[in-house]
C-alpha cells in the first residue's frame, strides 16, 4: 500500500524542484502549505483576486507515482467541491504515468457533485460517499479489480485506525470521536456526508490515541467531529476522565466549532485540564432572527454562560475562538459587524467563516437563487472566497469586516502567555 500526501509539507524534493518559498509552519502542527500562483480558471476571469495551488507541484506528484510499480488501482480523494480541477489534474498525471491502473475517486465533492465528477473527472470509478459507514461499496469494488487483494480486516466503521504511518511525517493525528451530528442546520453538508449521528465507545477511542502516543510518539491530536460535545457525560467526558486518569502528557484540539449550547462547568473544567490548546465554538451570529433561521443552535444568553464556564476553568480570552459566518444569503455586513463586536464584548476571538453553498444542503435553493453566479452548472461558484450570495461589492465590504475581527484577534493576544503563541 503507498500513499501520496499531496499537500505534504515535508516533501523533500519540493524545496529542491521549485522555487518556491518554504511553508511557514507553527505549533501543533498548524501553518501554512506549500503555495504556487497559477492562472485563474476562465470562469474565474472577474474576481479581483489570484488563483493558487495548494500542495506539492505536479512535477514533484510525478516523481512520487514512478516510485510505485504498477499498483493494482489507485484511490483518489477529494474536499471541497470548488477544488475540483486540483482532482481533476491528478486524475490525469496518474494516468499519464500509469495508463492503464484502474482510478476510484471518492470523497466530499465525488459525494456532493456526483454527477459532475462522473461526467469530467476522467475517474474510472466514481463512489460518492463510502464514507466510515460504508466501506463495503469500495471493498466490493476493489475486490471486484483486483481479486486476490487481501482484505482481512473487520469491516467496522473506524476500523482499521487511519494509515497515518504511510505519511511522510506525522506530526498530529486527526481523531473522530463520532461521525455526523444530531442538528440540521440549512447551511451544513454534515447531514448529508453523514445521515446518521454515530458514536464510537470511549474507550476504544482511548485505544487508537494510545497506540499513536505509544507507537509512534504523537502528543497533538485534533478532534474532527461535527458534534464532539453532544452528550459528553456519556461520551467524550468519560474519554476526557481516563486520559486525566493516565496522566499523560497530551494535546488536544478542536478545529471544527463546538456546540456552545453543550458547554457546560464540568465539561469546561475538563476540556481544560486534559490539554486543549484552543477552543472554537459555532456562533456563526448574534442577530436572534439570523440565529432562528439558522435552525437555532443556541439560545439567548447560552454564548456569554459557555464563555464565563471557560474562563473559570482557565481559558483565556484569545484562547477562546467563535465562529461568524459570513456570505449567507439575505445576511446584512452590518449583522456580521454586530456580531464581531458581540464576541469582543463577550470576552471571546472572532474568527470570519465564509459560507459555500453547498449542493444538497437545505439553504441550497435560496443559495441559487441570490447568487450572481450559476451556481448549479459549475462547482467553482461554491467557492467561499468570491461570497457567491453577495453582490460583487463585497470584497471591499469584507475587507473592512476582516480588519474588525483582526483587531479584536490582536487585542485579545496582546494578554497571551508566551507559551501559547501558535
Ligand atoms: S451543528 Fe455544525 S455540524 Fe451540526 S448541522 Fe449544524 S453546522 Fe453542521
Known amino acids: 500500500m503507498h500513499l501520496i500526501d499531496c499537500l505534504d509539507v515535508h516533501n523533500t524534493s519540493m524545496g529542491k524542484i521549485t522555487q518556491l518559498r518554504k511553508p511557514i509552519r507553527r505549533k501543533y502542527g498548524t501553518g501554512k502549505f506549500w503555495k504556487q500562483t497559477v492562472p485563474k480558471p476562465p470562469q474565474l476571469s472577474t ?7 495548494y500542495g506539492i507541484a505536479p512535477q514533484v506528484f510525478i516523481e512520487e507515482l514512478k516510485k510505485v510499480q504498477r499498483p493494482a488501482a489507485i484511490l483518489v480523494t ?9 482532482v481533476f489534474e491528478a486524475i490525469q498525471l496518474v494516468k499519464d504515468i500509469h495508463p492503464d491502473v484502474p482510478v476510484i475517486l471518492g470523497g466530499i465533492y465525488a459525494t456532493l457533485c456526483t454527477g459532475h465528477a462522473r461526467s469530467n473527472s476522467h475517474a474510472d470509478f466514481v463512489i460518492p460517499s463510502p464514507g466510515q459507514f460504508r466501506p463495503m461499496e469500495l471493498y466490493q469494488l476493489i475486490d471486484k479489480i483486483i481479486p486476490d487483494f487481501p482484505i482481512k480486516e473487520k469491516l467496522e ?8 504511518d504511510l505519511l511522510t511525517k506525522i506530526d498530529y493525528v ?16 454534515s447531514p448529508y456526508l453523514s445521515p446518521l449521528f454515530f458514536r464510537r465507545e470511549p474507550l476504544e477511542l482511548f485505544e487508537e490515541v494510545l497506540f499513536w502516543h505509544r507507537d509512534y510518539d504523537i502528543i497533538d491530536f485534533a ?21 486525566l486518569e493516565s496522566n499523560l502528557a497530551l494535546r488536544f484540539h478542536c478545529p471544527n466549532g ?9 465539561i469546561a473544567n475538563l476540556l481544560y485540564k486534559t490539554g486543549f490548546k484552543m477552543i472554537r465554538l459555532g456562533l456563526e451570529t448574534s442577530d436572534t432572527k439570523l440565529n432562528r433561521d439558522l435552525g437555532r443552535k443556541f439560545s439567548e444568553g447560552e454564548f456569554d454562560r459557555s464563555v464565563t464556564h471557560l474562563k473559570k476553568a482557565g481559558f483565556t480570552t484569545y484562547q477562546i475562538g467563535a465562529y461568524v459566518l459570513v456570505g449567507l444569503p439575505g445576511q446584512t455586513y452590518d449583522q456580521v459587524a454586530e456580531t464581531i463586536t458581540y464576541v469582543g464584548r463577550v470576552g471571546a476571538t472572532p474568527y470570519l467563516s465564509e459560507y459555500s453553498p453547498i449542493p444538497h444542503t437545505k439553504m441550497w435553493k435560496e443559495a441559487v437563487q441570490v447568487s450572481r453566479f450559476d451556481l448549479g452548472s459549475e462547482p467553482l461558484f461554491h467557492n467561499n472566497t468570491i461570497f457567491p450570495c453577495w453582490n460583487a461589492d463585497a470584497f471591499k465590504e469584507v475587507s473592512k469586516l476582516k480588519k474588525m475581527a483582526q483587531d ?14 501558535l
Request: proline share 10%; glycine share 4%.
Open 47 to 53: 474576481i479581483p483576486r489570484s488563483y493558487s495551488r
Open 157 to 164: 466503521p473506524f476500523s482499521p485506525y487511519p494509515a497515518f
Open 408 to 421: 479584536t484577534r490582536k487585542e485579545a493576544r496582546k494578554n497571551l502567555p508566551q507559551a501559547l503563541h
Open 223 to 243: 478532534f474532527y467531529d461535527d458534534a464532539l460535545l453532544a452528550d459528553s457525560v456519556n461520551h467524550i467526558g468519560v474519554f476526557l476522565e481516563g486520559v
Open 258 to 266: 463546538l456546540h456552545i449550547t453543550y458547554i457546560d462547568r464540568d
Open 174 to 189: 486527526c481523531l473522530l470521536s463520532s461521525s455526523g451530528c444530531p442538528l440540521r442546520c440549512p447551511y451544513c453538508a
Open 78 to 86: 477529494s474536499l471541497m467541491t470548488y477544488w475540483y480541477p486540483g
